[in-house]
């Protein structure tokens, strides 16, 4: 696909295209800068925690919460009740190992599985060491970040309709009853340690860290994967007898009765490593690669009928679900690594000794520091070089997002009886005594400009709008804060607009000014790349639902490109410009939020 884009029929187009009193410009005058781009401010190269996305207040969000029917429970019960479960079980397995069936059971099976010749791999090779540390390396801030994106929408549904007190986990209050509550009031913050960056609204910088860092995991799971099946060490993670669950139930047994199993560490797992680890590797990282793509706009627009059945919000729910279970996990592999022979346990991963010397918890050591000041570093990093934490993580994920951004979407399945019920409100509202004004006379004012690099610049009131070309879509948005929802969007089609104005060959960039200021302040805008425009599902809408766009959702006219995220998708627009190139708009990012909150400009993941 090229950059530059034909304009059929633009030569042709009937005079009365052009809108009376605005000169149907051609030649110099046509190249006359509109004037949006005085509106607009300049980002901060370093992130200022006091004055960061419009000067939001830290705010603490819940313990976390999970509904079941209509009563919520507060899932930090789980610890006192875990512990209480805990002390059960371990007399419950006391007792059992006194009974003579139960020990007849343990020495039937030990634990591990050792009937397989094991010599072929004996010890853990130094490449399975370092994937290893690679692994724990990656998964910090993988987990940091990840958690960072969920408090930017700090709910999740099983249903891709995000309707208020419909979801079924959540760690902020229930949504408060102004119908214009908007996603970003409901973002939280968390500590700096825990997530990344922590300070609130912060999920441009978090999704860098994320996606980027993720690419980094990816790449070592795949080495992984094929050392791990061009060598016999396969047979350490995978069952391949049926004997692994009575062997991981003996395991429970004799851990609960506080009389370890006899450790072979060095030579197989026991049956309830090698579950956990299956399950780990096998099953829960690919579900985290899986589910991370099923929240894409632009996969999902792609694949409807996957994407019907396996709803952004299903996999955000699963991406949080995977995410417990690795905390679990580490929670528990951590604990009886260092329960059950830390020395040798130690040197078996750090110094790929069987032995109990303590050169392996040396090596762990230093491996140790060099994990804790990246902990450490990694949020005030991000905080003074976020130019930087976007440059490296666009280079790392920024080939995938272009390739996703190619696909080719048609006019969706979706009907008018999957409409969502709510559709959640953000950004910030337009407050400007313009704007006030022309709303105030029901928008009669209110003219759309379009022009930049264009054969026929155009000013367009709203009923000229409504008496071009009609076109309809209901289509699902994608907020970056992970919230979703379908509506039925009324307006203009792009092309349509492309065909009245006639861009020039060499435009690149199609930029949408809004009447309203970012958070920020300064005009909010976007820039969408020329070829989108072409799109059957890019469209300049003013009806939602069936009816006038309200105030909330960007009346009169707002942008619908739903092979992009919802950030892009600019409310009370009032103009449009034709570019060649973005750089000199703004701070020459590509967007309002590329400027300011460190987004990037292309998002169809
Ligand atoms: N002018 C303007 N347009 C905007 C925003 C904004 O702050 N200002 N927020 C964006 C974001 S982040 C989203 S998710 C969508 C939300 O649209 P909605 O409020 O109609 O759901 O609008 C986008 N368009
Ligand atoms: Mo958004």
Same mark, same amino acid.
């Given at each position: ?55 939001? !207040? ?8 999970? =509904? ?5 429970? /507060?899932? +930090? &019960? *789980? %610890? ?116 990344? !960056? ?8 978090? =999704? ?5 860092? /993720?690419? +980094? &995991? *990816? %790449? ?133 000794? /069987?032995?109990?010397?303590? %050169? ?246």
């Amino acid at each position: 696909m090229t950059d530059e884009q034909e304009q059929p029929g633009m030569a042709d187009k009937p005079a009365s295209n052009h809108i009376d009193g605005v000169a149907p410009a051609s030649g110099a005058s046509a190249r006359v800068p509109l004037q949006f781009r005085e509106g607009l401010t300049r980002g901060e190269a370093v992130v200022d925690t006091a004055t960061w996305a419009g000067s939001v !207040p830290a705010a603490t969000g819940v313990a976390p919460r999970v =509904r079941i029917g209509s009563r919520w429970f /507060n899932l +930090l &019960w *789980l %610890l006192p009740i875990g512990f209480a479960v805990l002390l059960v079980a371990v007399a419950v397995a006391k007792g059992l190992r006194n009974e003579a069936p139960v020990q007849r059971f343990l020495l039937r099976y030990p634990g591990t599985d050792l009937r397989a010749d094991r010599g072929q791999y004996l010890g853990i090779p130094v490449w399975a060491r370092w994937q290893h540390f690679l692994n724990v390396f990656f998964m910090i801030f993988i987990l940091r970040s990840g958690l960072q994106i969920l408090s930017d929408h700090p709910r999740l549904y099983w249903t891709r309709h995000c309707t208020p007190g419909r979801d079924w986990f959540r760690i902020q209050k229930p949504v408060p009853a102004d119908p214009l509550w908007t996603a970003k009031q409901d973002s939280i913050s968390l500590p700096a340690q825990v997530g990344l !960056p922590g300070i609130r609204h912060s999920i441009g910088l978090a =999704r860098w860290w994320h996606l980027g860092i /993720n690419v +980094l &995991w *990816l %790449l070592n799971g795949i080495v992984f994967y094929i050392l791990l099946f061009s060598t016999e060490q396969w047979k350490r993670l995978v069952p391949t007898s049926w004997t692994v669950f009575p062997n991981a139930v003996s395991v429970a047994i004799q851990y609960l009765s506080l009389n370890w199993p006899v450790d072979s560490g060095w030579v197989a797992y026991n049956g309830a490593q090698q579950l956990t680890y299956f399950i780990t590797v096998f099953i829960a990282a690919p579900l985290a690669l899986l589910t991370g793509l099923g929240m894409s706009p632009a996969l999902s627009t792609r694949f409807k009928p996957i994407s019907r059945v396996f709803s952004i919000q299903l996999a955000r729910s699963i991406h949080f679900l995977v995410f417990a279970w690795f905390l679990l996990f580490i929670v528990i592999h951590v604990s009886l690594v260092a329960t059950t022979g830390i020395l040798v346990n130690l040197n078996h991963l750090d110094s790929g000794r /069987n032995d109990d010397s303590w %050169l392996g918890l040396w090596i762990f050591a230093a491996w140790l520091s060099v994990v804790i000041i990246a902990w450490v570093g990694a949020t005030p990093l991000t905080l003074r070089h976020p130019g930087l934490i976007r440059r490296v993580g666009y280079a790392l994920i920024g080939p995938a997002q272009r390739l996703f951004e190619h696909v080719d979407v048609t006019p969706g399945e979706y009907t008018e009886k999957d409409i969502s019920p709510y559709f959640w409100h953000n950004g910030r509202y337009p407050d400007s005594a313009e704007y006030q004004a022309l709303a105030n006379g029901g928008f009669a004012d209110y003219q759309l400009r379009i022009g930049g690099l264009v054969a026929h610049p155009v000013q367009l009131s709203l009923d000229e709008l409504r008496a071009l070309p009609g076109h309809e879509q209901i289509t699902q948005h994608f907020c970056i804060q992970g919230w979703s929802g379908i509506a039925k969007w009324g307006g203009v089609s792009m092309s349509t607009i492309l065909d009245l104005v006639g861009a020039d060959p060499e435009v690149k960039w199609v930029v949408f000014y809004s009447l309203g200021e970012g958070a920020d302040g300064g005009i909010y805008y976007d820039a969408h790349p020329i070829q989108h425009m072409r799109s059957q599902l890019a469209m300049l809408a003013y009806d939602m639902n069936g009816a006038p766009l309200t105030f909330g959702h960007g009346a009169p006219v707002r942008l619908r490109n739903e092979i992009e995220l919802g950030f892009k998708q600019v409310k009370w627009v009032s103009g449009v410009e034709f570019v060649v190139d973005f750089a000199d708009i703004g701070s020459g990012f590509g967007g309002y939020n590329q400027d300011h909150e460190f987004f990037g400009y292309r998002q169809p993941i």
